[in-house]
């Protein structure tokens, strides 16, 4: 069996060609139904955002499964291989676990750390069980990365500082107040830096928002997406005296706000503060603003500073988290060679049945006298004395297949008890490849459906710590 994700993000295609792949909510469950019809596909999840598409897969072989994923999106979206072949990227096996995992904790977003690509592959994961696309593997795969997506956040401070210009100029002036319960916030202009700087206030409890441009119908658009008051920029000067924190983004050539205007009108401000944000270039609000007494003036360059300073921190607490996949990634494969045991104990068991039946049968046969009282006294003994003779075989093999050497130690199990031919008959023969992603795991042939996934839980049982390669990212493959 082998894990493989196929697919497109912000990095590999434009915006042009991820919204030709997008999935719509309605037809997911019938795209997860026309994808596990897929040939060699035996789980499979999608996670469609509008950064990225991706198809994750269980497959029974390796060979030709690039083929037939591409295929698929080729009949799902009606677009020509040629066409989007080279933005794909393919990952198998182990990479395909990590990628998983850094997605799944916001370190493949294009803002480092966002948290809402969590919930995202929740979703993703919870909707292809509901359809009866996973099976052992991707619900333990799954419920691991969301649990690790949690842990990454609550357990670091990845998502907590401003890595926007617009998020910024609003947490700094959470810095200045405090909060924004009472205030009156105006913004100039309603571009697109306005219009995110509107939606993080939104939330941000300000009393009241007033939206000026020099277009009032735009004013008019973003006032009501913010649940602002729209105006005219004559309008937004002559209140200027009654808000407390401007932030100026219009893209105009001069200078929109002048000392003078602003002189004015702190005269009726009676020593209240006014906090002015400008991340227009070129600047709306005129420097020499900053030195009027009680205003406190940034500019873009004040906030970039600010964002650089929280990526890095950002881009520090990323490391943490790479250590945190690094030990789970152990933990997955771990996993993955417990199960590859399972076959083998079943073969032992069974083996142990068949003798003890046939012993029984010949015993029975050469004391015909024997009642059916003391054949079923005779029946249990002898059935305690083999259990437990294999009871310290079975425990110390499953101890063994969880460690380094367990490949080695169930084949020589297999070889000491003679169970070749059982598990060939299973068709679950241990080979002499690692029990791991990266290679064929005996017994772990998918089922789907087949387990339920117990409730996702913050719960994480002891790691033991590994050593953080240097490369973080991830190598782009084509398909």
Not at 154 to 159: D, F, P, V, Y
Not at 198 to 214: I, M, P, Q
């Amino acid at each position: 069996m082998h894990i493989v994700v196929v697919g497109l993000n912000y990095r590999t295609a434009p915006v042009e060609v991820r919204e030709r792949f997008s999935f719509a909510d309605k037809d997911m469950p019938q795209a997860l139904q026309e994808l596990l019809r897929t040939k060699s596909v035996l789980e499979g999840v999608i996670i469609a955002t509008c950064n990225r598409t991706e198809i994750y897969v269980v497959v029974d072989r390796l060979h030709m499964c690039g083929y037939f994923i591409r295929s698929f999106m080729e009949r799902w979206f009606g677009v020509p291989r040629e066409e989007f072949t080279r933005h794909l990227y393919m990952y198998e096996d182990d990479q395909a676990i990590r990628h998983l995992y850094r997605v799944a904790c916001g370190l493949d977003s294009m803002v480092l750390g966002e948290t809402q690509i969590l919930g995202q592959v929740k979703n993703a994961f919870l909707l292809s069980q509901s359809e009866k696309g996973t099976g052992k593997w991707f619900n333990m795969l799954f419920k691991q990365a969301v649990t690790l997506g949690k842990r990454a956040h609550s357990e670091t401070a990845i998502g907590e500082s401003a890595v926007s210009v617009s998020y910024a100029a609003v947490e700094l002036g959470k810095r200045i107040f405090g909060s924004f319960e009472g205030k009156r916030v105006l913004i100039l202009g309603a571009g697109k830096m306005s219009e995110l700087t509107a939606k993080h206030l939104s939330g941000a409890g300000a009393e009241e928002v007033l939206v000026a441009n020099r277009t009032y119908a735009r004013a008019q658009e973003l006032a009501a997406k913010c649940d602002g008051v729209p105006c005219t920029m004559q309008e937004a000067m002559e209140r200027l005296e009654e808000v407390d924190i401007l932030i100026s983004s219009t893209g105009a050539e001069g200078y929109v706000i002048t000392s003078a205007q602003v002189s004015r009108s702190m005269k009726g401000r009676q020593d209240r503060p006014l906090f002015m944000i400008d991340i227009a270039v070129p600047r709306d609000i005129e420097p020499a603003i900053g030195e009027l007494e009680q205003v406190f003036l940034y500019d873009i360059d004040d906030l970039e500073g600010i964002v650089e300073s929280n990526m890095e921190m950002r881009r520090a607490e990323a490391v943490k988290i790479e250590t945190m996949i690094e030990e789970e990634m152990a933990v997955f494969a771990t996993w993955l060679q417990t199960q590859g045991v399972k076959p083998v104990i079943r073969a032992l068991q069974e083996k142990a049945s068949d003798i003890h039946e046939s012993t029984l049968d010949s015993l029975f046969n050469k004391l015909p006298e024997l009642d059916e009282r003391q054949r079923k006294v005779i029946r249990r003994l002898t059935k305690s004395i083999l259990n437990q003779m294999m009871h310290d075989p079975i425990n110390r093999i499953k101890e063994l297949a969880g460690e380094g050497q367990g490949t080695e130690a169930l084949e020589l199990f297999t070889q000491i008890f003679a169970l070749e031919d059982r598990l060939e008959s299973q068709n679950d023969t241990p080979s002499g490849k690692e029990l791991s992603v990266s290679q064929e795991s005996q017994g772990m042939v998918s089922s789907r459906g087949s387990e339920e996934l117990p409730e996702l839980q913050d719960v994480v049982p002891d790691r033991v710590p590994f050593e953080l390669e240097p490369s973080l990212p991830l190598a782009k493959v084509s398909v």
